[in-house]
């Protein structure tokens, strides 16, 4: 069978997206400006209980960094979909929680002021899901180093723009993200500033 066409999905600066994919989908988070962390979940439509597991990842592959060829399951021990490639130098935080608005409120900013965590919300409720938690994130692009004294030493981006994280799924799922808004620590836009990312997605085949 032909593959289908590529679907591309722009996710704006500071904004979040929730895209169903289906197992055997091709899947590409593009780094366009070079810059931007993308704070990454994935919610199999097997069970409203069921998510990609960071906790579960770093137990069975027995690591906080995860790369190329590593299969990440879910909380019910479920692969959820093969991390097949990446040019951007790897090392994504599977640490750190997702930027919300308590955090914010800590460091002073506006009580509008947009989070990742109240971007998965959103998603949560445009694609009429009912986890009724966060989850912790993949935190895509951010560095956030853990030295040998067991300290975390955040900083930017590596720049690669266009870099992307190639994956296979393994699942029908929903994949959540957000173009993360942080301007409280030094993990992200170059200058704190969120930028567009984009979502690339291809079918090996019809039906």
């Given amino acids: ?14 904004r979040g997206a929730a895209v169903p994919v289906r197992e055997g989908d091709q899947v590409a988070i593009v780094n366009v400006s070079g810059t931007q962390v993308v704070d990454f979940w994935c919610l199999p439509v097997s069970s409203p209980q069921e998510y990609l597991s960071l906790e579960h990842c770093r137990e069975v592959l027995s690591k906080i960094y995860f790369t190329p060829g590593d299969v990440l399951i879910s909380n019910l021990y479920a692969p959820v979909f093969d991390y097949v490639a990446d040019t951007t130098g790897g090392l994504h935080d599977t640490l750190i929680a997702p930027c919300n608005p308590e955090m914010y409120r800590k460091f002073g900013r506006a009580a509008d002021h947009p989070s990742c965590a109240g971007n998965f919300w959103s998603a949560v409720r445009s694609a009429g899901l009912a986890i009724p938690f966060v989850p912790s994130p993949w935190n895509l692009f951010m560095r956030a180093r853990v030295k040998e004294d067991g300290s975390i030493e955040y900083a930017r981006p590596p720049f690669f723009p266009d870099g992307r994280v190639a994956l296979r799924m393994r699942c029908d799922a929903t994949i959540i993200v957000s173009a993360c808004p942080d301007d409280c620590y030094p993990t992200n836009g170059g200058d704190g500033s969120p930028r567009d990312f984009v979502i690339e997605i291809s079918r090996a085949g019809a039906g």
Avoid at 1 to 14: H, N, Q, R, S, Y
């Fill in 1 to 14: 069978m032909e593959p289908l066409p590529l679907k591309k999905i722009t996710v704006l600066a500071g």
